[in-house]
């Protein structure tokens, strides 16, 4: 499966973003992993039959998918500052619940997309 991310760009702190990603085909599982710069890359939030946050975004980033555009978004509200990083979406079908969070689990990624929170 391709995945293409899109939707980044500059925002100032407190504001609002969506990011997409749209698959080639059908996945179970999708979700969006985030890189700020001289970090490792973490999960962000996952998409299995119900949605899974990390704690640092729960009540301000909300994840939903469109399954008959084979879609995924990330709607995003409150940025902060600390959120500026490179997003990528990821999928994969042999997930279960306690591997949402491990990248390695994920079989397809996108390319990433930048979101910058900044005054």
């Known amino acids: 499966v391709q995945l293409q991310a899109s939707g980044g760009g500059l925002v100032q702190p407190g504001g609002s973003l969506r990011l997409s990603c749209t698959a080639s085909?059908?996945?179970?599982?999708m979700g969006w992993f985030r890189q700020a710069p001289g970090k490792e890359r973490v999960f962000v939030a996952a998409h299995r039959w119900r949605e899974y946050y990390a704690d640092s975004v729960k009540g301000r980033f909300t994840i939903s998918r469109d399954n008959a555009k084979n879609t995924l978004y990330l709607q995003m509200n409150s940025l902060k500052p600390g959120d500026t990083a490179v997003y990528y979406c990821?999928?994969?079908?042999?997930?279960?619940?306690?591997?949402?969070?491990?990248?390695?689990?994920?079989?397809?990624w996108g390319q990433g997309t930048q979101v910058t929170v900044s005054s």
């Open positions: 085909g059908r996945t179970v599982v």
């Open positions: 990821a999928a994969g079908d042999r997930l279960i619940q306690s591997t949402l969070a491990d990248g390695t689990a994920y079989v397809s």
